[in-house]
């Protein structure tokens, strides 16, 4: 409309057969991004980011994330900017036959089921389990270290956020120390796919892995753990409340098979028992 204007035609009738209006569009070159159009960006941008980092979530999840992040809203601008922008849990999309697959992985698969390491550090499994509590779900992710099938680190949270792995693999690398090269499988799950989890991964200088979608045997010894953990935790009695949940987990991973349960692959040693012997480094770490 200005170079119309610089040719000698006036602005009305531009306005006039582009049927606009001409008071805003005056208004436009002195102040072109308008204060709630400023607002309703920096809110996308925190509902992405969240979006993101946990593809699971809808929008009243990522509602409280964008909270967090410091961008408050009413719930009903939260749906509405998701909705514009298709921002949907991929748990609420219906399934269409194949489609319905998780993610690429964003990680290669050198493992391929070859669960052996020669020593500490050079290869960790890791994923999560869920179970139901009279407060709620309550999740698990859990790292072990192939060497001698310790637990090295876990974290424990009612919800199942890409942090939840994170928070894992901070506590195994605290617990380790030096863990550059180490190799850790998963599988593709939304956590370990997500942002937050591969820079972790970079900032330990660690190398990530992934199975197949469908194929439970590539990541079978840390099922294994699991099963162990429903037939001697989950499924004893009926759990009323999370934190009863979480310190019987906790107990039985420190107490009984860390130190009681002995294993034929490691000798009829327990994990601990194991690492004592052949490293003389765990002696601390236990």
């Not at 550090?121 to 310790?150: M, P, Q």
């Not at 190799?183 to 900032?203: E, I």
């Not at 991973?253 to 490293?279: C, D, K, M, N, S």
Request: aromatic letters at 10%; charged letters at 30%.
């Amino acid at each position: 409309m200005k170079k119309l204007a610089a040719e000698g035609i006036p602005v009305a009738v531009t306005c006039r057969v582009l049927q606009l209006a001409r008071q805003p569009y005056y208004r436009w070159p002195a102040d072109p991004v308008t204060v709630g159009e400023e607002t309703e960006a920096y809110r996308a941008n925190a509902l992405f980011d969240a979006h993101r980092d946990d593809p699971e979530f809808g929008y009243r999840f990522l509602l409280d994330e964008a909270r967090e992040a410091g961008e408050t809203m009413a719930e009903r601008t939260a749906w509405r900017i998701c909705s514009s922008n298709q921002w949907w849990s991929v748990f609420g999309k219906p399934r269409r036959g194949k489609n319905g697959r998780p993610g690429p992985p964003v990680h290669d698969d050198p493992v391929r089921r070859n669960f052996h390491a020669d020593a500490p550090n050079r290869l960790w499994l890791s994923d999560i389990t869920e179970h139901w509590t009279g407060e709620g779900k309550l999740y698990l992710c859990a790292v072990k270290d192939v060497f001698s099938n310790r637990i090295i680190g876990y974290s424990i949270d009612s919800r199942m956020k890409s942090r939840l792995a994170v928070t894992a693999v901070n506590n195994a690398v605290a617990r380790r120390g030096d863990v550059a090269g180490c190799v850790l499988h998963t599988d593709r799950g939304s956590q370990f796919r997500s942002r937050r989890f591969v820079h972790a991964l970079n900032r330990h200088r660690m190398a990530g892995s992934m199975g197949r979608v469908g194929a439970a045997g590539d990541n079978a010894a840390m099922e294994s753990f699991f099963s162990l953990l429903q037939r001697n935790v989950l499924d004893r009695q009926r759990w009323d409340t999370r934190e009863q949940l979480r310190i019987a987990i906790v107990t039985w991973i420190e107490r009984t098979y860390h130190r009681r349960r002995r294993q034929a692959r490691l000798g009829r040693l327990t994990p601990i028992e194991f690492e004592t012997i052949t490293t003389p480094a765990a002696r601390q770490a236990a």
